[in-house]
């Protein structure tokens, strides 16, 4: 009697299983705003004409949707602020004296001459002819407390 061997899903063209090479999702883990309205929805077109959603729970659920909207917002708006504070901190650095750490991690110091930003609107100071990370600076004195080196 001849043995019969199962028949292995395969591709032609690599030898590997069809079911190996399927991408996997990722599950969401937050719930943004159309998230939650879908869900809203979803909840009302699904529930019981006999005993229709509490007024209360409808209430409390878009309550919850508008504070997560303005919680959003107000991330948004926290983030815009950061990025001016930070220009203008740069801007007031020019004519001070900084100290700095290098990326070798040995410092320097010198007189801030100007700053430039970065595609993404990230500060950067001139110093001694060279770009500075604003983030690399450790010390900041007035131009006349020390000599640029």
Known sequence: MTDISPVAASSPS??????ESAPTRAPKQTLDTSSMMDLLVTQLQNQDPSSPMD?????SQTTQLAEMQQLTSMGSDSTASLALQMRDNAAN????????INADGSTGSG??????????????????????DI?????????SATTAS
Do not use: F, R
């Not at 007024?55 to 209430?59: E, H, P, Q, R």
């Not at 801030?112 to 001694?128: A, F, R």
């Not at 983030?135 to 131009?143: E, K, Q, T, Y």
């Open 55 to 59: 007024t209360n729970s409808m209430i």
């Open 135 to 143: 983030a690399s600076i450790s010390g900041v004195a007035p131009a």
């Open 93 to 100: 650095l020019v004519g001070k004296s900084v100290t700095y």
């Open 111 to 132: 007189v801030v001459k100007g700053v430039t930003y970065t595609s993404t609107g990230d500060p950067t100071v001139t110093v001694n002819g060279s770009p500075i």
């Open 14 to 19: 690599s030898g590997t299983s069809l079911y």
